[in-house]
């Protein structure tokens, strides 16, 4: 897609994604005009959204392949663990998964949607623990924004006043799908053991928004979200945001643009970015503008910066810290899965819902950690699978091996819908072991140096993983559960650096110039109008899915460049 004629940008904004159309959304409607550079192709949110498709008429049942490890069905187009052209690596003894979305609304379209809010322990963790550093602002500096981003994305939840869960203001937050069977028997063995277990918080709409320029309906149960949604009730910035942004009049969008370099004059301010035109033969571009955006990812903004070196920046942009890229954390995960008795032979029915839980079981344990009783600093959380949805081609029975025939069916009959899953997803202290950097000896079909990764838990995280996988089988042994994932250690069973794709830090925020990247609007020690509004300013990141902070921080960081263009400081 083109540069458009006669558009002189105020703001050029590098990535489509949650954070990049929000801060596209908010500058746009304060009155600049944006150009927003996408390194994936277009993608059509109706067009393109196989809602209401069966699996069984999908290849091989629609099951999980290497070009498609979400299904056959999944949003996402053009990207993935790998992309072709575009490798990365891992040091020695490290193993890192780098997903990249790699279409116009990013990973917005296949994404979970699971948003609950962080709360004023996770802003202040080292003042708690000892551990990492403190983000240089607070909850209180956050919540108006989450208030706000959780109206406009549309969240549905409750308010359960729970430690560190901070409640919504009234009347924001989207009434709670009803729990379904597996749920209210999973519901009954927390209660028993004293765990809460209680609504998710999901940008899934459970009532219409009628937005004149981007209306969205009600879900209506019938579509795995990962899918993508048409209707919108699943956000995604293809079906909000964007068009939102762009029935301003002054958001212009260029797809297949891979964004190489920042540029900066002799004063060191940034003056436009170079790209790469995918649709046309790879041609080298350039466009300028008064402030730069960067809205990649957290990885991918670390590699633009690094491979923007120069003789006044030579070990990168915006990197006179050394912090570019270091500080890398991604989300805990395990999991354990058991087949349930008590679930056996129901009769059958839609238990479809939003195609998430519709339950989970948050961090309960604040006081015990804060008092030395664990053996681990930072908490988790528990999300829940089970339950009927339409069976595709690696659909299971339970562990059950009769093999065929009459015995094989009898076996579908009774096991399916029987099987209940608990996810693990804890917070990652940040480690100087744990960091991106660029490969000094591969490149990519641009040319360009790819980022090589380090990674290395350690007895952090092993040890919550123990914790939670005894928790884990605690909580389905009170359901009668029979489990049915291996014993495991948590070395074993701790899932790869990246697999989760909550990867943060890698430029992070501080007050501090010596020791981070930017500011607490996201604005460059370094370079004045550059603005990093992904989830690489994070300063650590809690056990909760972070999207809906980094979309309530790209808004607050945006509002403040909003201003200093309004004050003509750019």
């Not at 029915?349 to 664990?374: F, R, T, V």
């Amino acid at each position: 897609m083109a540069l458009p004629r006669d558009f002189e940008p105020d703001v050029i904004v590098v990535g489509s994604g949650a954070t990049g159309a929000m801060a596209a959304y908010v500058l746009t409607r304060a009155g600049a005009k944006v150009l927003m550079l996408e390194a994936g192709r277009n993608y059509d949110p109706v067009a393109e959204t196989p809602m209401l498709h069966w699996e069984r008429d999908a290849p091989l049942g629609a099951v999980s392949t290497a070009d498609k490890p979400f299904g056959y069905y999944d949003a996402t187009v053009d990207g993935g663990w790998e992309v072709p052209g575009e490798p990365y690596t891992s040091a020695e003894g490290s193993k890192f998964m780098w997903w990249r979305g790699r279409m116009l609304g990013g990973r917005t379209n296949h994404w979970a949607r699971h948003v609950p809010r962080f709360g004023p322990y996770d802003f202040k963790p080292k003042t708690r623990d000892g551990l990492g550093v403190d983000w240089p602002i607070g909850y209180e500096d956050v919540a108006p924004y989450l208030d706000r981003t959780e109206a406009l994305i549309g969240v549905h939840g409750s308010n359960e006043g729970l430690e560190n869960h901070p409640d919504s203001s009234p009347g924001i937050l989207h009434a709670p799908p009803r729990p379904r069977v597996p749920e209210l028997l999973m519901m009954a063995a927390t209660a028993k053991l004293n765990i809460p277990c209680i609504p998710s918080r999901r940008a899934i709409l459970t009532h219409d928004m009628p937005h004149p320029d981007a209306p969205r309906s009600a879900c209506y149960y019938a579509s795995p979200c990962g899918r993508g949604c048409s209707i919108g009730a699943a956000f995604q910035t293809t079906t909000s945001l964007l068009p939102m942004a762009m029935a301003t009049g002054r958001l212009r969008i260029v797809t297949d643009a891979m964004v190489s370099h920042v540029r900066t004059n002799a004063q060191g301010k940034a003056t436009g970015v170079e790209f790469f035109d995918k649709s046309n033969n790879n041609a080298q571009m350039f466009v300028g503008a008064r402030a730069i955006v960067l809205a990649a990812s957290a990885c991918e903004t670390a590699r633009l910066l690094l491979n923007s070196h120069s003789s006044q920046a030579p070990e990168g942009l915006a990197n006179s810290s050394g912090q570019v890229g270091r500080n890398l954390t991604d989300t805990i995960g395990a999991s354990i899965v058991a087949q349930i008795p008590a679930l056996e032979g129901r009769p059958r029915y839609n238990e479809d819902g939003n195609s998430q839980g519709h339950m989970y079981i948050p961090w309960w344990l604040y006081k015990e950690q804060a008092a030395g009783e664990l053996n681990f600093p930072r908490g988790y959380h528990f999300e829940i699978g089970g339950g009927f949805s339409a069976p595709n081609g690696d659909f299971g029975l339970a562990g059950q091996e009769d093999g065929y025939g009459d015995a094989l069916k009898e076996d579908a009959h009774r096991y399916y819908g029987s099987v209940m899953g608990l996810y693990l997803r804890g917070e990652m202290v940040p480690n100087e072991n744990s960091f991106c950097e660029l490969d000094p000896d591969v490149k990519d079909k641009f040319g360009l140096p790819v980022l090589r990764f380090h990674w290395q838990w350690t007895d952090h995280e092993l040890n919550q993983i123990a914790h939670g996988l005894s928790t884990a089988r605690e909580i389905l042994g009170a359901m009668g559960g029979r489990i049915l994932t291996p014993e495991q250690t948590p070395e074993e069973a701790i899932k790869e650096g990246g697999e989760i794709i909550h990867e943060v830090g890698t430029t992070r925020m501080g007050d501090d110039p010596t020791t981070s990247v930017v500011n607490q609007y996201g604005q460059a020690w370094d370079v004045e109008n550059l603005i990093v509004v992904d989830g690489g300013v994070f300063a650590s990141n809690a056990h909760k899915n972070p999207t809906l902070t980094m979309m309530a921080i790209a808004w607050r960081s945006s509002d403040e460049l909003a201003s200093r263009l309004r004050r003509g400081e750019l």
